[in-house]
């Protein structure tokens, strides 16, 4: 499963907003990818996340793929989104 949102956290995912994404991430069974202009990354590294220089406004793509697929790709959307 696979979702796009625009980052609307004023600081984007860095630091602490990255840390609460891959925390919330990591509590699912799925692998998780997040990605911005083409690349993905593991959602569930910290380094991986912030890697990816996420600032606000920017389109991402969540992804998503396993058991709990569905529930992890709405509820990171929903953090991104809300964050």
């Not at 696979?2 to 692998?31: I, M, W, Y």
């Amino acid at each position: 499963m696979e979702t796009r949102v625009v980052v609307s956290d004023e600081n984007g995912l860095h630091a602490r907003p990255a840390a609460q994404f891959v925390k919330a991430a990591n509590s699912f069974v799925c692998d998780v990818w997040i990605g911005k202009d083409g690349r993905m990354v593991n959602a569930k590294s910290i380094v991986g996340v912030l890697s990816l220089g996420v600032g606000k406004g920017t389109e991402i793509v969540i992804k998503a793929q396993g058991q709990d697929e569905e529930k992890a790709v709405e509820e990171l959307k929903k953090l991104i989104g809300e964050a």
